[in-house]
Every structure is written in structure tokens, then in C-alpha cells.
């Protein structure tokens, strides 16, 4: 088991940044895969970042070139850095973890552990 603690959310003006932090405990012995997703009220489940075990990542569309996932394994420790943020960002965001550690998914079925969540609300 894998438990993950999401942390770093809040409201922020339109163009500004927010570092989100998700912490895992458990079985963190093992290599495994992390990812963003978030959820919009009224809206699906969006992916945004992931990162592999050995830190190669991957982005959603829609933050690609404002937001960075980067990962501290020592710290057991995932990052997601939001820059030029829009309030179409405004989101419940959600960390998620495989032990695939090698795969880099943008599928919700691809993850077997989730977060409780973090709210972004983006002012304009």
C-alpha cells in the first residue's frame, strides 16, 4: 500500500504560481510512477503530469511549457510546478502513484494509489 498526502494548493491571482507537493508513505521501497490529474466541478477527470522512476515525464496538452513535474525520490516527494496560471487551471488536483515505475501513463486506470486532493482556485 501506498499512501499519498497532497499539499501546496490555494488561490492565486491570474499569471502567477503555486508549487503543489505530494508525499508518499507506505511501500516506498518500491520504484513506482507518479501522476497528476485534476478535476474541474461539473467536469472529468483531467490528466496533467507524469513522471517515471527514473524521471522522464510527460504532459497534458493543456500545461505543457507551464507546468514541471519533478520528483525527489530520497524525500519520496513529487512536485508539480505551476506557472502562468489561468483560471481555467481552477481545479481539485489529485496525485496518483503506479508500481510501474518505468511507465509514464496519462490513464487514471493506469494508477492504483490516489490522493485526496489539493484545491487550485485561479483568480482572474
Do not use: H
Not at 501522476?35 to 493543456?62: C, H, L, M
Not at 505543457?64 to 488536483?93: C, H, W
Not at 503506479?98 to 494509489?113: C, D, E, I, R, W
Amino acid at each position: 500500500q501506498v499512501q499519498l498526502v497532497e499539499s501546496g494548493g490555494g488561490l492565486v491571482q491570474a499569471g502567477g504560481s503555486l508549487r503543489l507537493s505530494c508525499a508518499a508513505s507506505g511501500r516506498t521501497s518500491s520504484r513506482y510512477g507518479m501522476g497528476w490529474f485534476r478535476q474541474a466541478p461539473g467536469k472529468e477527470r483531467e490528466f496533467v503530469a507524469a513522471i517515471s522512476w527514473t524521471g522522464n515525464t510527460y504532459y497534458g496538452d493543456s500545461v505543457k511549457g507551464r507546468f514541471t513535474i519533478s520528483r525527489d525520490n530520497a524525500k519520496n516527494t513529487v512536485y508539480l510546478q505551476m506557472n502562468s496560471l489561468k483560471p481555467e487551471d481552477t481545479a481539485v488536483y489529485l496525485c496518483a502513484a503506479t508500481l510501474y515505475g518505468g511507465t509514464v501513463s496519462n490513464k487514471q486506470t493506469g494508477y492504483a494509489y490516489w490522493g485526496q486532493g489539493t484545491q487550485v482556485t485561479v483568480s482572474s
